[in-house]
T-cell receptor
Framework: EPEVTQTPSHQVTQMGQEVILRCVPISNHLYFYWYRQILGQKVEFLVSFYNNEISEKSEIFDDQFSVERPDGSNFTLKIRSTKLEDSAMYFC?????????????FGPGTRLTVL | AQSVAQPEDQVNVAEGNPLTVKCTYSVSGNPYLFWYVQYPNRGLQFLLKYITGDNLVKGSYGFEAEFNKSQTSFHLKKPSALVSDSALYFCAVRDEGSARQLTFGSGTQLTVLP
């Protein structure tokens, strides 16, 4: 069964450093998402991406964040200058376009720890 | 704005007993409702969804959920719990009139005791 994959599974970085979190969505999916989950808190929407552009973003997704689909398979989330409060589990998700109501498929997540 | 509430942080149930994990929602239009499960060190796995039609929807692993419009609820149920059902369960909603991202509840940790 096809699945969304994410790398690395755990990333440790120093405050102020740039990090890139990588995702490989399911191959025939066209809509891509990033969510984050701070420890003990809700899963929160960050950004959605379709047709090589951001379709929607939350207030969390400020200028420090960017997303990119550099090739036909990868979908990346970049944090330019990490802050302590960026420490969280980051989930990538994707879905097809065949139905407007179909579910999103989530990756296993990347745990980001900012020191 | 859409929102989801899962009033119980923790639910414990004995193996073989029925289980219920509660969820209530708030949206401005018609809701699209989802349940996801998260096992340790794993991503969110889709269980079931309600879009339209029958209020009782059936999903993976024997789970089902009942949509109740008057109570704005979408409780997850299973007639006979298994120890392997122990996991973190998330309810999520999307308003049909809004963008396509999901709004999640805070999660309920289900523990099935042998």
């Amino acid at each position: 069964e096809p699945e969304v994959t994410q790398t690395p599974s755990h990333q440790v970085t120093q405050m102020g450093q740039e990090v890139i979190l990588r995702c490989v969505p399911i191959s025939n999916h066209l809509y891509f998402y990033w969510y984050r989950q701070i420890l003990g808190q809700k899963v929160e929407f960050l950004v959605s991406f379709y047709n090589n552009e951001i379709s929607e973003k939350s207030e969390i997704f400020d200028d420090q964040f960017s997303v990119e689909r550099p090739d036909g398979s990868n979908f990346t989330l970049k944090i330019r200058s990490t802050k302590l409060e960026d420490s969280a589990m980051y989930f990538c998700a994707s879905r097809t376009s065949r139905s407007p109501d179909n579910e999103q498929f989530f990756g296993p997540g990347t745990r980001l720890t900012v020191l | 704005a859409q929102s989801v509430a899962q009033p119980e942080d923790q639910v414990n149930v004995a193996e073989g007993n029925p289980l219920t994990v509660k969820c209530t929602y708030s949206v401005s239009g018609n809701p699209y409702l989802f349940w996801y499960v998260q096992y340790p060190n794993r991503g969110l796995q889709f269980l079931l969804k309600y879009i339209t039609g029958d209020n009782l929807v059936k999903g993976s692993y024997g789970f089902e959920a009942e949509f109740n419009k008057s109570q704005t609820s979408f409780h997850l149920k299973k007639p006979s719990a298994l120890v392997s059902d122990s996991a973190l369960y998330f309810c999520a909603v999307r308003d049909e009139g809004s963008a396509r991202q999901l709004t999640f509840g805070s999660g309920t940790q289900l523990t099935v005791l042998p």
